[in-house]
């Protein structure tokens, strides 16, 4: 599976963003999907995770009540509405696919090393 993220930019504190991230090359449909982030000099953090059929979502702390996952397998397509964003949230975002199995536990679905694909990651800047 090949992943491909795209929707960063610059944007002003309180302003709102959706990434997508694009798959091609494999069975879309099959696999979950999270978002992370990581910013300068830090290490890479899970954001949000969404279950091959959408029906189930999990969420960061950081990102509860303001980031939403979603999918659209028809599409091959999982994006991240963020809203209310603000200057802790500047980081290049990853899209990552992993096991349906992976989602079970907080762990595992926060660790990067569970995911065993990687989109190329886009940047968002919130300027405060």
């Known amino acids: 599976v090949q992943l491909q993220a795209s929707g960063g930019g610059l944007v002003q504190a309180g302003d709102s963003l959706r990434l997508s991230c694009a798959a091609s090359?494999?069975?879309?449909?099959?696999?979950?999907m999270g978002w992370f982030r990581q910013a300068p000099g830090k290490e890479r953090e899970f954001v949000a995770a969404?279950?091959?059929?959408?029906?189930?979502?999990y969420y960061a702390d950081s990102a509860k009540g303001r980031f939403t996952v979603t999918r659209d397998n028809a599409k091959n397509t999982v994006y991240l509405q963020m809203n209310n964003l603000n200057a802790e949230d500047t980081a290049v975002y990853y899209c990552?696919?992993?096991?349906?199995?992976?989602?079970?536990?907080?762990?595992?679905?926060?660790?990067?090393?569970?995911?065993?694909?990687w989109g190329q990651g886009t940047l968002v800047t919130v300027s405060s």
């Open positions: 990552g696919a992993t096991s349906t199995s992976t989602l079970t536990s907080l762990r595992a679905r926060s660790s990067p090393r569970q995911y065993y694909y």
């Open positions: 090359g494999g069975t879309f449909s099959s696999v979950a």
């Open positions: 969404i279950s091959y059929s959408g029906m189930r979502t």
